[in-house]
Nanobody
Framework: QVQLVESGGGLVQAGGSLRLSCAAS????????MGWYRQAPGKERELVAG???????NYADFVKGRFTASRDNAKNTLYLQMNSLKPEDTAVYYC???????????????WGQGTQVTVSS
């Protein structure tokens, strides 16, 4: 089991910034890739940014140039710096951790409980 706890969401005006954090605990040595997803009301959950264990990132087109994902492996924490926020960025943001297959780990996707981000116009 891997536990994920997100924080940093809130209400911000368009053009503002927020920084989300996702703290992982328990069996963190099993974690390989991590990522941020979001789900707006009435829409499906979608990938925002992914980051490999080595730090390689990939972003959805709609956040390129505005959002930056990073991870501090020593602190077992994933971050999402969100700049130039738009009302259409309003959603619940979720952290995901994928675990690898090894002698002590089994492959699985773990999700945090989500944090609300609301951008007012």
């Amino acid at each position: 089991q891997v536990q994920l706890v997100e924080s940093g969401g809130g209400l911000v005006q368009a053009g503002g910034s927020l920084r989300l954090s996702c703290a992982a605990s328990e069996n963190t040595y099993c974690i390989s890739a991590m990522g941020w997803y979001r789900q707006a009301p009435g829409k499906e959950r979608e990938l925002v940014a992914g980051i490999s264990s080595g730090g390689t990132t990939n972003y959805a087109d709609f956040v390129k140039g505005r959002f930056t994902a990073s991870r501090d492996n020593a602190k077992n924490t994933l971050y999402l710096q969100m700049n130039s926020l738009k009302p259409e960025d309003t959603a619940v943001y979720y952290c995901k951790a994928s675990t690898r297959s090894s002698l002590y780990c089994r492959p699985y996707d773990y999700w945090g409980q989500g944090t609300q981000v609301t951008v007012s116009s």
